[in-house]
C-alpha cells in the first residue's frame, strides 16, 4: 500500500541542505511511515541526504548501503547533512557495515574537488567508489584500491557490482538511487547526469532484490526558489542545475521509470 505525504512545509530547511536538529524533527513527523514501508520516493536529488536519515532508522543491523548516484555524496560540509555530504554521515552510523557509490562521472573526482572527498572513510574501506570515468592520480593516490574506475574495454558495471556483491554476501541492503546516475537519454534531472544505462540499473537491483531491506529513490524534476539567501546563492554556485526543454515529456518517462524501479525493488511494483 502506497501512503502519500505532504512535508512541503519542511522544504525550505531540509532541501539541499539541512541542519541535524531539522532532520529530527523530519524524522519524528514521519517515523510511522518509516516504521511501516521499505521503499520512498524523496522527490529531488536536492533532497538526497534524506537518505541518511532513512538508514538510520531502519531497524537492521550490518547493513550494506548500495548507491547509485553520479556523485559520490561524500564531500566536506561544515554546516550540518547536505545532499553532497550524506554518504559520510551514513558511513559512521553504528548499523552501517559499508557504503558503496556506483555509477560516477561527475567532476567531484577531479581538479581541485578532489579534495573535498572524505577519504578518511575511504581509506578506513567504509567508503567505495565505482566509477564510470577515469580516475586521476591524485584520487587513486588518496583513495587506494578503494576507488575504482570501470573503463577497460568490455568490462561492464554489472560484472563490476555482481564481482562486489558476491564479496559483500552477508547482511542486509539499503539501496539509494538517483536518477541522475542515468545517461540523459533515459530521463532528464536537474543535476549533471552520469552515463549508466536503465538496462544495467535495473538488472543489479534485480540481482540484489531479495537482500533489500529497505530503498529510497530520488533526482525526480523539482526546481524551487530559495527563501533563505545562503541556500539560494550556494545551489546556484554549485552550477548544475539543468533546464529542461518539454516538462510534461520528461515527467511522463519520470513517472515509467520509476514503476520499472520499483518493480524491480519489490518484484511485484507494488
Known sequence: MADRVNLRAYEEKIRYYADFRDMNNLTAEVKELMDNHRAFFVGS??????????????????????????????????FGIHCGSWVYHASRLPNVS????????????????????????????????????PVGKMMRYMGGINIEAITAPGIKITDVFDKYIKHNHHGPVYLSIDKDVLEPGVVGTTWDQGRM??????????????????????????????????????????????????????????????????????????
Do not use: W
Not at 100 to 125: L, W
Open 45 to 78: 536529488g536536492d533532497f538526497h541526504h534524506v537518505s541518511y536519515m532513512l538508514i538510520k532508522n531502519t531497524h537492521q543491523a550490518d547493513l550494506n548501503v548500495i548507491v547509485f548516484d553520479n556523485h559520490p555524496d561524500n564531500m566536506f560540509f561544515p
Open 197 to 270: 544505462s536503465k538496462e544495467d540499473l535495473l538488472q543489479c537491483i534485480r540481482s540484489i532484490a531479495p537482500r533489500i531491506a529497505c530503498a529510497d529513490i530520488c533526482g525526480d524534476l523539482s526546481i524551487y526558489q530559495y527563501r533563505d539567501v545562503i541556500k539560494r546563492f550556494m545551489r546556484r554556485f554549485d552550477g548544475t542545475e539543468r533546464t529542461l526543454r518539454s516538462l510534461d515529456i520528461e515527467n511522463e518517462r519520470h513517472i515509467k521509470l520509476n514503476r520499472d524501479l520499483l518493480s524491480s525493488i519489490t518484484g511485484n511494483g507494488m
Open 98 to 133: 559499508s557504503v558503496a557509490v556506483f555509477g560516477i562521472t561527475s567532476d567531484d573526482i577531479a581538479g581541485i574537488n578532489v579534495i573535498q572527498n572524505m577519504f578518511s572513510v575511504i581509506r578506513a574501506g567504509k567508503v567505495r567508489y565505482f566509477c564510470l570515468r
